[in-house]
């Protein structure tokens, strides 16, 4: 029997895969019969879901464009002590006797510093990723949180915007880890693009349990978004920014993504600086739901 609206790649009869999101309708013959016949409707959403990941692929390599400078830095900085220190310890082997305890902490320098390197990497390569058929995974917020902010928090320090995390328990929640970061990637962005000029440059990031949901909060120093430009701000291609900055895309494809995770994304106006909400239902409370293509569910 059909569910409702759940979704999955059927084979059409000219052997092509399609997405098919189909809805079960209770009928009966007169008011006096019982339901006793369900009629199936399928409709084919292809179209939408291609068109869904190619705006998801833009929107990411647009803000990974927009954090180019400040990944290449990050990573550079931590190459340039690795190869301070392995110059240094060439030169003692060659000079010797080895003090071992110095040794020790070097090697130890020197591992932190890879492993630096390679949590942005990983990061990026997850970023990156065409996500579509993963699969809804137990992951820990913070670690979500974490990996985003690897990708910008070099960004931030240039310009000496001080950004600060305030998560008082770790939670866990079932999603696409990517996605969510995505999401978190770009209130980050948005934050950076809005205060970058300001004298008073903060970002804050604040994660709070409130009942079955989570709440991840990022505030900024700025004074707020005023209410006609609120009522647009989430619809697709609309923007503030200035001309070649941004898609206009973030916030709709990232309202769309916690529509699929069955959260919402929005922006608090009762604050007195600029936040944004992120709320996700924590695992084990919520049943998730597909909502369709993130297309769809940024329309409705």
Request: with cysteine.
């Amino acid at each position: 029997m059909l569910e409702d609206n759940p979704q999955g790649i059927w084979l059409s009869r000219d052997g092509r895969n399609i997405n098919l999101r189909t809805k079960k309708i209770p009928l009966k013959i007169s008011p006096s019969d019982e339901f006793s016949y369900v009629l199936g409707i399928c409709d084919d959403v292809t179209a939408s879901k291609e068109a869904e990941q190619k705006l998801i692929a833009a929107s990411k390599m647009s803000l990974l464009g927009e954090m180019s400078g400040g990944i290449a830095h990050e990573i550079n900085n931590p190459l340039a002590i690795i190869n301070a220190k392995a110059s240094q310890l060439k030169k003692r082997v060659q000079k010797g006797p080895i003090d071992v305890e110095k040794l020790i902490k070097d090697l130890e320098i020197i591992e932190e510093t890879t492993y630096r390197i390679a949590k942005i990497i990983k990061g990026l390569r997850s970023f990156s990723r065409n996500t579509e058929k993963d699969p809804l995974v137990l992951e820990s917020l913070s670690q979500v949180i974490s990996d985003a902010i690897s990708l910008c928090s070099e960004r931030f320090k240039v310009h000496e915007i001080l950004l600060t995390v305030d998560i008082d328990q770790d939670l866990n929640i079932l999603c696409r880890s990517a996605e969510i970061s995505q999401i978190i990637v770009n209130l980050l962005s948005n934050s950076y693009d809005a205060i970058e000029h300001l004298n008073d440059k903060w970002i804050k990031i604040e994660v709070r349990e409130a009942g079955e949901n989570v709440h991840v909060m990022v505030t900024d120093s700025g004074n707020g978004i005023s209410k006609e430009i609120a009522q647009k701000i989430m619809f697709p291609f609309y923007t503030t920014k200035e001309v070649n900055k941004g898609t206009g895309l973030g916030l709709s494809i990232s309202q769309g993504i916690a529509k699929k995770h069955n959260g919402r994304l929005y922006y608090d106006g009762t604050y007195k600086n600029t936040r944004f909400v992120l709320e996700l239902p924590l695992a084990n409370k919520r049943p998730l739901a597909d909502q369709g293509p993130v297309i769809l569910a940024m329309l409705e």
